[in-house]
């Protein structure tokens, strides 16, 4: 890894954790750039997920944002199917694409909500535990399939059900992609692949992306001007997945 690498990936943890997120996406797609091989990209991927997802869980939560009866029926859903996807290795070209589109669709609806007025901090309404657990389970597969902790899939579809503010969108995501990230990493144990050498300049740079993002987002950053960052991350991980879709 290049002296420029860890830079880059702590300014990528910084962003995604200001909106709950760990930065998967983004580190994917840096380390794809920087040329590294796929059966590091992966691993690496889940590892520095799980280092930024726990901080920014503990400052969303800190902040008091966390709904502990949302956040419950994804996460066990979640986890066996997590573990399942990390396990398989199946062409994900078409999963990506299919995601990356919905990503971009979403962030239309993100922002015609915002154009519109629409109140931000609704207090939201709890779907039923069944239907929880099918989204979580859906997410957790794809998650561990493609190699991400699935926030980027469940912050849209949570915002568009409307079923809790930004902020505590942000605040069940931030757990979601923890529990994903560690279910992939067994997945991915569980077939007798190795674990990648991470440099310690990597692991200091988003642990200190991720302490300064989620510190913004949990506590700093209004919630309309999280939304549009929440847009923002969307865009870059959308375009990310349509474009790892394409080109390979």
């Known amino acids: ?69 949302l956040f419950l029926p994804l996460a066990a859903a979640s986890i066996p199917a997590a573990l399942l996807g990390g396990w398989l290795r199946l062409p994900t070209a078409v999963f990506e694409a299919l995601v990356g589109g919905v990503l971009l669709l979403s962030v239309g609806r993100l922002m015609k909500r915002l154009g519109a007025g629409d109140p931000l901090e609704q207090p939201g309404w709890l779907p039923r535990p069944p239907g929880l657990a099918a989204l979580g389970g859906g997410l957790g597969f794809l998650s561990g399939l493609t190699g991400v902790g699935g926030g980027v899939f469940l912050t849209p579809a949570l915002l568009a059900l409307g079923v809790a503010p930004v902020r505590q969108v942000a605040a069940v995501s931030a757990p979601f992609i923890l529990v994903n990230s560690l279910a992939g990493l067994g997945g991915w144990f569980a077939r007798g692949n190795p674990l990648p050498a991470v440099g310690a300049w990597v692991v200091l740079a988003v642990g200190l992306g991720g302490v300064v993002g989620a510190q913004v987002g949990a506590f700093q950053l209004p919630p309309r001007r999280l939304q549009v960052l929440m847009a923002v991350v969307l865009v870059i991980a959308g375009v990310k997945l349509v474009v790892r879709a394409v080109v390979g």
């Open 1 to 69: 890894m290049g002296p420029w690498l860890p830079l880059i990936i702590g300014f990528v943890a910084c962003l995604y954790a200001a909106v709950g997120h760990a930065g998967a996406t983004g580190y994917i797609a840096v380390m794809s750039l920087a040329g590294l091989p796929p059966e590091v990209i992966r691993p690496t991927a889940l590892m520095l997920n799980v280092v930024v997802s726990l901080i920014a869980t503990v400052q969303f939560a800190r902040a008091g944002h966390f709904r502990g009866g």
